[in-house]
């Protein structure tokens, strides 16, 4: 296992996250942006989890051209 290899895991994981819809998927859990802004800790794990979810919803188009370059990256080197 390589560093590239260790690289595009985590461009999956941050794909699945940013997929996340948070109206059919988050809300009825209790993991809705009311709760992270009004009542849960932000230094709590559920807190720090629903902040990562909610960043990468937010760099979604940064998160974008990483997938292009690794997909071009991928294409070049076979």
């Known amino acids: 296992m390589g560093l590239w290899t260790l690289l595009e895991g985590c461009l999956l994981i941050a794909n699945a996250l940013a997929i996340l819809n948070e109206d059919r998927f988050l809300a009825p859990r209790g993991w809705s942006f009311q709760e992270y ?27 974008i051209l990483l997938n292009l370059l690794c997909i071009v990256v991928k294409m070049v080197s076979g």
């Open 37 to 63: 802004s009004g009542g849960v800790k932000r230094n709590s794990l559920k807190g720090q989890i629903l902040g990562l979810i909610y960043a990468t919803q937010y760099l979604r188009v940064p998160l």
